[in-house]
Every structure is written in structure tokens, then in C-alpha cells.
């Protein structure tokens, strides 16, 4: 028989490891924020330092359970920071819930934008004063445009993704690209193509005109 309280200490000590990643799954924007992580985060984070001290007091059973915990979302928080240190373009960045919000709106301007325009880019086109290609910039400094490029027999929506203060790695361009489909194009696939300098095309599948 378990002692009293080993139960709950241990489905505690399970639900705040397991919260603490899925918190990146959830995409709450309206959820509070400080550096970075939710408020469940830091819930998850304190929560077991609370239940340690009552594991010590001789409140609370299972020192062991309560300190595996607490290492686990310890080193956790300590991993996050330090990958969004050595890159700030980092998938916990780039799909913050916030930054995926600001993505999805500066998309919806853009293509807002190209529709009033009505204009469409013969394949190979040069962007100058006859061709107006919109650009929307993140507080992350991805910068994204859009065309569409017309080849005579289909018409193809191109993004053109890079950054502000540096090269685009392609695993962030990569990752942008996926949010691109999934954001406005869900029942279509993309190709992503480097056009060198940091800069990757987006070509998302042509529709037969």
C-alpha cells in the first residue's frame, strides 16, 4: 500500500513535467507572460519546490518522486533559455504563440494588400516600379513578401522569407514555411527553396487558372 499522499505527489510530480512542454503546443496568446514562459510554466517550475520543502518539512510523502520532478523542470527551464540564447530565431521563438499571431497577421496583410493591388508576376520577374511586391517585417525580424507568379498555365503563390539583422538558417525558414501552409494554404503542400544569402522561397502548389 502506498502511503497516504504518495498518489497525489506522484501524478503531481507527472503533470507539471509533462505541462511545462506541452504549454508550447497550446497556443494561448491571451495567457500571461514573464521572459518567455506562461504563467502554467511557471506554476510548473515552483509548484515542485513547494512540494520538495513539504517532502522535507514531513508534510508531504515521496522525496524522491518530488526531487526527480524538480530536476526535470529545473533542467528544462535551463534548456529553453539556453537554446533561445545561442538562437533567438529558435523554434521555441519562432512558434511562440505570440510570434505565430504576429506571423499570421503581417500574412493577412499581405495578402490583403496584394489583392487591392490585383497584380500578378510573370514567372522570372524583377520587382521595380511596375511590379509592387508587399513586405511585412515581425518584431522578430523575419521578414516576409508575397507574389503570385503566373507561367501561363498555372498561377503559384510565392513568399520570400529572410531577416533583418542576419541570415535565415533554413531550419527557421523551414519552420516558417510549415506555418505558412498551415496558416493560409491548409490543403496544400509548399517547396522550399534557398536563393542563397539567407533568402528561401516558399512555393506553395500551383492552382491550375
Known amino acids: 500500500?502506498?502511503?497516504?499522499?504518495?498518489?497525489?505527489?506522484v501524478c503531481l510530480v507527472g503533470y507539471n513535467c509533462g505541462r511545462?512542454?506541452?504549454?508550447?503546443?497550446?497556443?494561448?496568446?491571451?495567457?500571461?507572460?514573464?521572459?518567455?514562459?506562461?504563467q502554467a510554466q511557471w506554476t510548473s517550475q515552483i509548484l515542485p519546490f513547494a512540494m520538495f520543502a513539504g517532502a522535507q518539512a514531513g508534510l508531504l510523502p515521496g522525496d524522491r518522486w518530488l526531487l526527480t520532478g524538480l530536476i526535470f523542470v529545473s533542467c528544462s527551464f535551463?534548456?529553453?533559455?539556453?537554446?533561445?540564447?545561442?538562437d533567438e530565431r529558435s523554434r521555441?521563438?519562432?512558434?511562440?504563440?505570440?510570434?505565430?499571431?504576429?506571423?499570421?497577421?503581417?500574412?493577412?496583410l499581405l495578402n490583403a494588400a496584394e489583392n487591392d493591388v490585383d497584380?500578378?508576376?510573370?514567372a522570372n520577374a524583377i520587382a521595380n516600379e511596375t511590379n509592387l511586391i508587399h513586405v511585412a517585417e515581425t518584431s522578430l525580424g523575419i521578414r516576409v513578401s508575397t507574389s503570385i507568379i503566373d507561367?501561363?498555365?498555372?498561377?503559384?503563390?510565392?513568399?520570400?522569407?529572410?531577416?533583418?539583422?542576419?541570415?535565415?538558417?533554413?531550419?527557421a525558414a523551414k519552420?516558417?514555411?510549415?506555418?505558412?501552409?498551415?496558416?493560409t494554404h491548409r490543403s496544400s503542400s509548399a517547396e522550399l527553396l534557398c536563393a542563397g544569402s539567407g533568402v528561401f522561397h516558399v512555393m506553395v502548389e500551383p492552382h491550375i487558372v
Open 92 to 108: 521555441f521563438a519562432l512558434e511562440h504563440p505570440r510570434h505565430v499571431r504576429e506571423f499570421a497577421g503581417a500574412l493577412s
Open 151 to 171: 507561367d501561363g498555365r498555372s498561377l503559384r503563390r510565392q513568399y520570400t522569407l529572410s531577416r533583418t539583422d542576419g541570415l535565415l538558417k533554413r531550419a
Open 175 to 183: 519552420r516558417l514555411a510549415t506555418l505558412i501552409v498551415r496558416l
Open 20 to 38: 511545462f512542454w506541452l504549454e508550447f503546443a497550446r497556443g494561448d496568446v491571451q495567457r500571461s507572460y514573464f521572459l518567455g514562459f506562461s
Open 1 to 9: 500500500m502506498p502511503r497516504p499522499g504518495m498518489v497525489l505527489s
Open 78 to 86: 535551463a534548456t529553453v533559455i539556453i537554446m533561445r540564447r545561442v
Open 119 to 122: 497584380r500578378y508576376l510573370p
